[in-house]
């Protein structure tokens, strides 16, 4: 919110290093803050046409979707899904083994471009970075990306390689995914000062 509120922000890709990270439900939240708690209109698009997931999340069918736009001749109607007033879903489509070409074409930007101009939000839920050689160029298309990691899971060299691919100027914020207050530091102390402090109130 602040991001575009300050340099324009409108374009939003979530991305992991690896599959299994939590990134499309991550992608799911950060859409349903953006429309229901700012008010904001929303497309959530889901680019990771080898295993596209959110058509499932919201209970529509995936015959349709993304794939079918970026298809050869590049004329194919995209439905998009109305899941709330301010929601819309772009979904995946059927599966596609190798999506490579069609997310980092020149149709992939103008369909991007003209989000841009019908709704506040694009957020696009990509394919894992090392399934994703030219993550770079479908990189170039967006405002910002979103690295989510798996807490005491994704190994640090493949989140470096995700960072670099996508590009440390281009990287709005980090998601740590599954973590517990075990696992972080100091965690206990913090818990109990705001749990007091909450108890106080």
Not at 76 to 100: K, Y
Not at 110 to 130: M, S
Not at 181 to 201: Q, R
Request: aromatic letters at 4%.
């Amino acid at each position: 919110h602040d991001a575009q509120a300050n340099r324009g922000t409108r374009v939003i890709m979530l991305a992991s290093a690896v599959a299994s990270e939590g990134k499309t439900l991550t992608a799911t939240n950060l859409a349903l803050t953006l429309s229901e708690s700012y008010q904001r209109r929303v497309l959530l698009i889901d680019a990771d046409l080898r295993k596209p997931a959110l058509h499932a999340i919201f209970k529509h069918d995936t015959t349709t979707g993304l794939r079918d736009g970026l298809g050869a001749d590049g004329e194919a109607h995209l439905l998009v899904r109305q899941i709330t007033p301010r929601l819309s879903l772009l979904p995946g489509g059927r599966p596609n083994s190798d999506p490579m070409a069609g997310l980092t074409s020149e149709r992939m930007r103008k369909l991007i471009e003209e989000a841009k101009e019908a709704f506040d939000w694009v957020i696009i839920d990509t394919p894992p970075i090392v399934l994703l050689p030219d993550a770079n160029l479908l990189a170039s298309m967006v405002d910002a990306a979103v690295l989510v990691v798996r807490a005491e899971s994704t190994p640090h060299h493949l989140v470096k390689r995700a960072v670099d691919a996508i590009g440390h100027k281009r990287i709005l914020g980090v998601v740590l995914n599954h973590a517990s207050h075990k696992e972080m530091p100091y965690g206990g102390h913090y818990h109990d000062y705001y749990g007091d402090a909450a108890a106080g109130d």
